[in-house]
């Protein structure tokens, strides 16, 4: 269809350019601060130097802005004022974000053995020797005496898997008393497992802790409910399908990466496809897109985006809600919003800007939450690089979605790989055939699978029987992965580097991204009859 093309003034594209950068300045300087401040931590910066620089700031903009003239001037100092003024504002926030911890009132009690009292805030995660638990405590006993604490602080406990315990559970722990630790992985790597748990305001942890069950029915009523029916789902799916097969419609539905077991678990990451069973923005971004396109093959574009939207907020629902999933959910609408109405640079500002009021709700996670950076850098290569890519590949073929899943894994993979290297070290291979292979039948397993164990709650016998598509999807998943990951080439580790290697290759490549951005010529046009931004080339 010849589009019908209406040329932008100047004036227009001078004002958007000027608003493009003013926001570029305003993230820009928070995410700055917020990074130096996590840098620093547990340095502090006084508040009376943060207010100097915010006063700084604001007679800056304001000179400026009323004794000069030249725009020019007016523009930098408008671009600086409120850089430094954000910047300021960004190690304001993260260092609040720490005035929850308060007095550690349990310091005194560390490395000794105690007995405490509180409630599962979390739902339980269930690994393959331990569970692990989120508790509130706010009770510590000694003897007879039971002594209230002022600020009740969260404890991440570990415990035998039996007997099972819920969220809103309440619970006596006995065990000792510790703080995190970091640690070396087996790549030479050092994990920082103490700021890891602090993004969740966990400070303590008591591990091989005996437990005994007080009370249940406390916590978020709504938040119960549903963890309950999540659970529910869980115990019908197991009850029509056999591990393995289980495991992972279980981790593909719920995100429970634990139910596969601990050789399976390793061969997906080997094989560079952990991704579809894990609770993150690589996940969900990846997985709707698939899913997404699959119900547009059966109900048509629109209806397919619909329902795209529809299935990612059940997801988020049914998985509990967490923060991680809620964010690597955001990420997908906002993916699904890009492809909808073809707007790639104003789905880029959205990105941007969702981001920063993750990072302002929760300033931690900006560098020490690694789900959180591969979401978003997932979710901008499915937006920004991922339509650069499509001229490039349209000699391969779409049957059974191949070329999609080929440019949706490189997208991600190209802006996540220099991360995935210097945190964790393991370069798998075999990742992209894996991601064509197995993603080609992650949508439809994931739909017969959700039919049977649906159809398991009205009778056992029905639910077994509309699960043989899916058992045969599943088998076929874990049949690919095992075999990429036996392969003794599929993953080489790579020797840990130096974090500025790092960063000079994402300058690098953003800055290739930009150059290739700006070979598109600087005429704008707007269509007329469709509601998406197109450039002359």
């Known amino acids: 269809m010849e589009l019908e093309k209406e040329t932008i003034p100047s004036e ?14 305003i993230l ?25 620089g915010i006063a700084f700031s604001i007679i800056v903009i304001s000179v400026i802005y009323f004794f000069y003239q030249d725009t020019r001037y007016k523009k930098f100092g408008t671009f600086l004022g409120c850089c430094i003024l954000f910047c300021c504002l960004g190690i304001m926030r993260f260092q609040s974000s720490f005035a929850v911890q308060g007095e550690k009132v349990l310091d005194t009690l560390l490395e000794e053995s105690i007995v405490v009292e509180g409630i599962i805030v979390e739902d339980p995660d269930m690994r393959t020797n331990a569970s692990r638990l989120v508790v509130l405590v706010d009770t510590v006993v000694s003897g007879n005496v039971s002594q209230f604490i002022s600020r009740p602080m969260r404890i991440l406990v570990s415990t035998d898997l039996y ?167 955001l990420m997908a609408l906002l993916v699904l919003v890009a492809r909808i109405t073809g707007r790639e640079y104003n789905m880029t500002r959205a990105l941007f800007l969702a981001g920063f009021f993750m990072v302002l709700h929760n300033p931690k996670i900006l560098v020490f939450d690694i789900s959180f950076q591969l979401s978003f850098l997932a ?33 991600t993979q190209i802006i996540v790989l220099p991360l995935l290297l210097y945190a964790i070290g393991d370069l ?24 049977a164990t649906t159809v398991s709650f009205i009778s056992i016998f029905l639910g077994t029987i509309f699960s043989f598509p899916a058992y045969f999807l599943l088998s076929y998943q874990i049949v690919v ?33 930009y150059r290739i951005s700006k070979n598109k010529d600087d005429k704008v046009f707007v269509s007329k009859h469709l509601s998406i931004q197109v450039k002359d080339r």
């Not at 650069?388 to 997208?411: C, D, H, M, P």
């Not at 291979?429 to 064509?436: D, G, H, K, M, W």
Request: aromatic share 14%; hydrophobic share 50%; net charge positive.
């Open 12 to 25: 227009s594209v001078t004002s958007n350019s000027f608003s493009h950068r003013l926001w570029v300045c």
């Open 28 to 52: 820009g300087g928070f995410f700055i601060g917020v990074i130096i401040a996590s840098v620093l931590f547990p340095i502090t910066i006084s508040s009376k130097l943060l207010f100097t």
């Open 163 to 329: 007997p099972k315990y819920m969220y809103g559970d309440k619970i006596r722990i006995e065990g000792k008393l510790q703080e995190p630790e970091n640690f070396i992985g087996n790549t030479g790597r050092e994990f920082n497992y103490d700021m890891y748990l602090a993004k969740d305001n966990i400070f303590y942890q008591m591990s091989f802790a005996k437990v005994e069950k007080i009370s249940s029915g406390h916590g978020n009523s709504i938040k119960r409910t549903v963890l309950k029916i999540k659970r529910s789902f869980i115990s019908h799916m197991e009850k029509v399908f056999s591990y393995p097969e289980a495991g992972l419609l279980s981790g593909l539905l719920l995100g429970e990466k634990s139910a596969l077991g601990g050789k399976l678990e390793k061969d997906f990451r080997a094989s560079g496809v952990i991704h579809v069973v894990v609770l993150s923005g690589y996940n969900v971004t990846l997985v709707a897109d698939a899913t997404v396109r699959m119900f547009g093959f059966l109900l048509g574009p629109v209806l397919g985006m619909i329902f795209g939207a529809v299935g990612i907020v059940l997801f988020a629902i049914i998985t509990g809600g967490g923060a991680t999933v809620i964010r690597a959910s």
């Open 379 to 411: 979710t901008f290569g499915l937006i920004v690089i991922a339509p650069k890519l499509e001229n490039y590949f349209g000699w391969v073929t779409n049957k059974l979605q191949i070329r999609e899943n080929l440019i949706a894994t490189l997208s």
């Open 428 to 451: 798998s291979l075999i990742s992209v055939p894996a991601n064509i292979f197995v993603l080609v039948a992650v949508p439809w397993a994931m739909f017969f699978g959700f039919v």
């Open 481 to 513: 992965v095992e075999f990429l990951a036996g392969l003794h080439f599929s993953v080489v580790t790579i020797p840990p580097f130096a974090l500025w290697i790092m960063l000079v290759v994402y300058v690098i490549l953003f800055y290739t991204l």
